[in-house]
Every structure is written in structure tokens, then in C-alpha cells.
């Protein structure tokens, strides 16, 4: 499978240039996601977040006309994830759906993933484009959740400055990735030492109005559901009255989860990590 080949006839597939200008994307962006609380320069952010690699990153355009972007693969190359690629985002503009356009996409990213030397795939699917990464032979690896609860605003005061992904002696309860952690502008994210330390840390960013915890971390002995529980409890105290506080990467059906949709929390996402060998692809 070529880049340059015409896939279905009336498009093709090409790496993303390394000074790509991005607003042709944003706009596919902004048309198959929908607007959400995007501000400017989300895009750029996003691509910092999650280690995008634009010779690893696809779109795609309709051959013979001025080139409008009708589907990409953004594709990262976590420090986190060695020897893997990983997907930050995947969509078609919804008029070129069901036409081959998101097969190509993905071909063409394990082409280009393969010929860098890299023994897998993942992407992150969700509920609606599970059954498509599935029939192009992607295996489900993990499942998790979002979870929402509305701040408490109970306690002001100066917040804590943002500590290392890894803390000695914790372990994560859940997360998202330590290159988004350390990719976040130091001005928008923090950690709370929960009780000062002895109940956990959570490291949280600012998303606009809402607090992300992009990681929860237990101290030793302490991983049971209740100390789980009394963690994101004190990560809601802070956050401000009523501030959407997200606690991404839970692990799916975990008691500990099960107990936090018990106390309040509502699951707003599910996330579902596919994966696909590559040795096979060159
Ligand atoms: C998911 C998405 C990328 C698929 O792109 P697409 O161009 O419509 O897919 P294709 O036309 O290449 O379809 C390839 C195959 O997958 C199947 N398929 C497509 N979407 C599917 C879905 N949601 N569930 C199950 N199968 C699906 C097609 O029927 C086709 O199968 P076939 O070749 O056996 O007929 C597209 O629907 C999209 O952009 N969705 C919104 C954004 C999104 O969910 N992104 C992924 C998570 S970041």
C-alpha cells in the first residue's frame, strides 16, 4: 500500500508535514467533533499533549480538486508506550462516512508505523467507533471510564505546585498519559496532596471551566475502594462550586469504580484501548 496510491478512485492518503498548518484540521476538527469548549490553539495543545508525530499522522483529500482535509489520523508516539504509536484523534467529516475513507486512514497510519520500525497500534476508541477499529482487526486491550461529579468548592487557597507523574511509593488508581501530564502548560496544572499526602495526590489540569484529573494516586496500603472513594471526594471539595470535575481512566467494572458511581459520580465517557500488532504490516 502506497501514500500516493488512489484508494477508492477519488482520494488518496498523505503524511502529515512536519509544519503542517493546522487550520485546514481544525476546521475538520470542529466539524466532526462539534465545537465543545474548544479554544483557541486547542488543537496545537492537544498535539503537544499527546506526543503527536506528524510523519506518523495521516489525512485525507479528494484527488483533482483544491485540497480540503476530509478525514485524519493524528498519531502519537508516547514516551510512555515504547515501540507503540498511538492515535490522539481519528474522524471523517460525516457527508464521506461509509466510504472507505476511515480504512484508508488507518492503513495508511500503520503503512507509515510499521515502516518506522514500531510493533503496534493503539487507539482509543469509544462506544460508537469500537465495532469499526474491530473489523479493521484491532483487539480490545482495556477498557475505562470517565467519571463526572460537579465541584464542591469547599476549600479556597493557593493551589499546590505540579509534582512528578510518579510518586515514590503510590500507585495509580487511574490515569491518562504521563507525557500529557508534563505537556500541560505548568500554569493549568497542579497536584493536591489529599490530607497532606497520606491520602493520595491527584494531578489536575484546568479544561476550561473544568478540573481534570489526569492522575489519582494512592499511598501504600491504601488502594482499597474507600480510600479511593475518600480521594476523589477531596479532589471534589477543592474544585469550584459546581466545576464539571472529571476523573479520566478509571478502570472499567474496578470496585473501586463501582463504588464511586455509588457515591455521586456519573460515568460520562467510555474509553476502550484497541491494539493491533505490526510485525506483520511490511
Ligand atoms: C469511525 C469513523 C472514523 C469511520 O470512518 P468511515 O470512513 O466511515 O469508515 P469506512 O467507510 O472506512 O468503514 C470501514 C469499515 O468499517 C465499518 N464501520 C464504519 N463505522 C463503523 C462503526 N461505527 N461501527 C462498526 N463498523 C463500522 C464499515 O461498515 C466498513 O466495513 P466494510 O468494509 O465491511 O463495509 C467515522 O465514522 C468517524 O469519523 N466517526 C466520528 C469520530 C469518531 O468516532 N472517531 C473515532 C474515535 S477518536
Known amino acids: ?108 497510519v500503520r503503512r507509515l508505523a510499521a515502516a518506522a520500525g514500531l510493533a503496534g497500534l493503539e487507539v482509543l476508541a469509544d462506544g460508537r467507533s469500537r465495532g469499526f477499529f474491530a473489523g479493521l482487526g484491532l483487539r480490545e486491550r482495556a477498557a475505562s471510564w470517565t467519571l463526572l461529579a460537579a465541584g464542591l468548592g469547599l476549600h479556597a487557597g493557593p493551589r499546590g505546585r505540579a509534582r512528578a507523574w510518579e510518586q515514590a511509593g503510590m500507585s495509580a488508581f487511574s490515569e491518562w498519559l504521563a507525557e500529557a501530564w508534563t505537556g500541560t502548560p505548568e500554569g493549568s496544572r497542579w497536584s493536591l496532596a489529599i490530607g497532606g499526602g497520606a491520602g493520595g495526590v491527584a494531578h489536575v489540569s484546568a479544561e476550561g471551566r473544568a478540573w481534570l484529573v489526569q492522575r489519582l494516586l494512592l499511598p501504600p496500603r491504601a488502594s482499597g475502594a474507600a480510600a479511593v472513594v475518600r480521594a476523589a471526594a477531596a479532589v471534589r471539595a477543592y474544585a469550584p462550586r459546581g466545576a464539571p470535575t472529571l476523573l479520566y481512566g478509571c478502570p472499567a467494572g474496578a470496585p473501586a469504580t463501582a463504588a464511586l458511581l455509588r457515591g455521586g459520580w456519573s460515568r460520562v465517557q467510555e474509553g476502550f484501548v484497541m491494539r493491533a500488532e505490526l510485525g506483520d504490516d511490511l
Open 1 to 108: 500500500m502506497s501514500g500516493d496510491r488512489d484508494a477508492a478512485g477519488e482520494i488518496r492518503a498523505r503524511g502529515l508535514a512536519a509544519r503542517e498548518d493546522l487550520t485546514a484540521l481544525e476546521a475538520t476538527a470542529r466539524a466532526i467533533f462539534g465545537e465543545g469548549e474548544r479554544r483557541p490553539g486547542w488543537l496545537a495543545r492537544k498535539i503537544r499533549r499527546e506526543a503527536v508525530v506528524p510523519g506518523l499522522s495521516v489525512i485525507v483529500f479528494e484527488v483533482g480538486r483544491p485540497e480540503v482535509v476530509i478525514g485524519y489520523a493524528l498519531v502519537g508516539q508516547p514516551v510512555s508506550l515504547p515501540g507503540v504509536a498511538r492515535t490522539a484523534g481519528v474522524g471523517v467529516l460525516p457527508g464521506w462516512r461509509g466510504r472507505g475513507v476511515g480504512r484508508l486512514l488507518i492503513a495508511e
